[in-house]
């Protein structure tokens, strides 16, 4: 087990569960974020945050039962699993930080004690469905002149009984 495959999991497993429980290291919790706008008008579709907390409250295997499709048949996934988690640990309270690819990344203070900064992408919506972000802003190069007006031909619905616009009381039929 290394790195790559620990991301790929918690990554999957955050996505799909408001909890994950990763034994031996904390709870990953995810919770929805509402539509906004930021400050130049680009609009900010909902999205999930994901926080991370030592506790290990309400381990329902979940994480262990995930690890143990990705491990080859017949593996212990808890011996393989600890031994991981034992170096994972131990090089993070060195190297102070640890990153999970596409999720964000795990932090140790000299205290040892464990914190998370999310990845901003993570949860960003439009991309999770193939889409891209969009702006109701005008880019920086349109000129005025890279648009023309719509030209309209309204004289073929003119009808006579119904008043134009600049008509006055007296001239309204009723």
Known sequence: MDIKLFSKCLKDLVRTHDEVVV???GTFSSQMVPAG?????????????VSY??????DDGTFMRFLAKYLPEGSDAAAEFTDFMEDFCGELDQKREMVLDGIGTLK???????YF????????YPDVAGQESVSGMLPEDFAEED???????????????IPAADS??????F
């Open 23 to 25: 034994p031996g290291l």
């Open 37 to 49: 706008q930021q400050e130049d008008g680009t609009p900010i579709p909902p999205w999930r945050k």
């Open 53 to 58: 907390s030592p506790a290990e409250d309400g």
């Open 108 to 114: 140790a203070t000299a205290h040892k004690i464990y």
């Open 117 to 124: 900064a999310g990845d901003p992408d993570f949860f960003d």
């Open 147 to 161: 648009s023309k007006p719509i030209e309209l031909n309204c004289e073929r619905w003119a009808r006579e009984d």
């Open 168 to 173: 006055t009381e007296d001239d309204l039929p």
